[in-house]
């Protein structure tokens, strides 16, 4: 089945610069990578996601690039802001939601100010 | 707007007591699940169910069951709570085809 891997587990960054979070995939089969933001008592929330038929994919601040040749992709985070300050969950599956997603262990984003 | 909901934010609860968690989705979705989450552990799928009356085992089925008795219910059932399941759990919901999955509030669950 599939294996995502989440680094850092941790990250600290001064608000303004920018902030990188990884996972790799283990199933060649995945096509779909959502990112899910979970701030202090709440839900996890999709921010983001990205469809294995592009590499790219930009809303604002965040952007998700993909590269399936190395079953990896990040999560990119610019101009850091207090209020970016949450745990962030990568995950895979297929698109058809037939497969639950399989998530990462989560990154604490932590933007001082 | 989507709607997932818990039946309790915070439940307490005594070791060997049979604990029902319930989840209701409002936006007819097929697909439904069952998570924990636990510090440094992330979410770990419990039970999933792809419509009514059907269940599939996640990577963490012991000491749990399920039951969807209706396509927007689907609930999580603690068979004898121990202490190894205080712990917050997530439901969630999922169109077939359409890929975002909307989670429920959560409810944290303490067993003593």
């Known amino acids: 089945g599939e294996n995502v891997e989440q680094h850092p587990s941790t990250l600290s960054v001064q608000e303004g610069d920018s902030a990188v979070i990884k996972c790799t995939y283990s199933d060649s089969a995945s096509n779909y990578f959502p990112w899910y933001k979970q701030e202090l008592g709440k839900r996890p929330q999709l921010i983001i996601d990205i469809r294995s038929n592009v590499g790219e994919k930009k809303d604002q601040r965040i952007a998700v690039t993909l590269n399936k040749t190395a079953k990896h992709f990040s999560l990119h985070i610019t101009e850091t802001q207090p209020e970016d300050s949450a745990v962030y969950f990568c995950?895979?599956?297929?698109?058809?939601?037939?497969?639950?997603?399989?998530f990462g262990k989560g990154t604490r984003l932590s933007v001082i100010a | 707007d989507v709607k997932v909901t818990q039946s309790s934010r915070y439940l307490v609860k005594r070791t060997g007591e049979k604990v029902f968690l319930e989840c209701v989705q409002d936006?007819?979705?097929?697909?439904m699940f069952w998570y924990r989450q636990d510090p440094g552990l992330g979410l770990r799928l419990i039970y999933f169910s792809y419509d009514v009356k059907m269940k599939e085992k996640g990577d963490i089925p012991e000491g749990y069951s399920v039951s969807r008795e209706k396509k927007e219910r689907f609930s999580l059932i603690l068979e004898s709570a121990s202490t190894n399941q205080t712990s917050m759990y997530l439901c969630a919901s999922i169109q077939r085809g359409r890929g975002t999955q909307y989670f429920g509030p959560g409810t944290r669950l303490l067993v003593l």
């Open positions: 995950a895979a599956s297929s698109f058809s939601g037939n497969t639950p997603l399989v």
């Open positions: 936006m007819d979705h097929e697909n």
